[in-house]
């Protein structure tokens, strides 16, 4: 699956920005997604993940009641909805996908199967 990531941009604090992730090739519904982010020096992490069908979604405590990840399988894309933005939300963040056979969301970035390139949120104070 390809997967490309738009929507990024330059937001002021408190501000609010949608990303969002378009798969092509094989099913959507068949991968569970996710969004991670990197900032520069630090290791990528974990955003949030949805399941096959969208009925589950984990988020990063630190981003909970901030953002909501959702999909749409018939559009095959997946979004990210971020508000009440801070400084610290400041990466270029990625989406991915892991090929799976039940709706278990996962955390960790190794066990994802593919990436897209970045798509990169400043958020100025």
């Known amino acids: 699956v390809q997967l490309q990531a738009s929507g990024g941009g330059l937001v002021q604090a408190g501000g609010s920005l949608r990303l969002s992730c378009a798969a092509s090739?094989?099913?959507?519904?068949?991968?569970?997604m996710g969004w991670f982010r990197q900032a520069p020096g630090k290791e990528r992490e974990f955003v949030a993940g949805v399941s096959r069908n969208g009925g589950s979604t984990y988020y990063a405590d630190f981003v909970k009641g901030r953002f909501t990840i959702s999909r749409d399988n018939a559009k095959s894309t997946m979004y990210l909805q971020m508000n009440s933005l801070k400084p610290e939300d400041t990466a270029v963040y990625y989406c991915a996908a892991r090929f799976q056979y039940n709706d278990y969301v996962q955390s960790r970035a190794p066990v994802y199967d593919y990436w897209g390139q970045g798509t990169q949120v400043t958020v100025s104070s």
């Open positions: 090739g094989r099913p959507f519904s068949s991968y569970v």
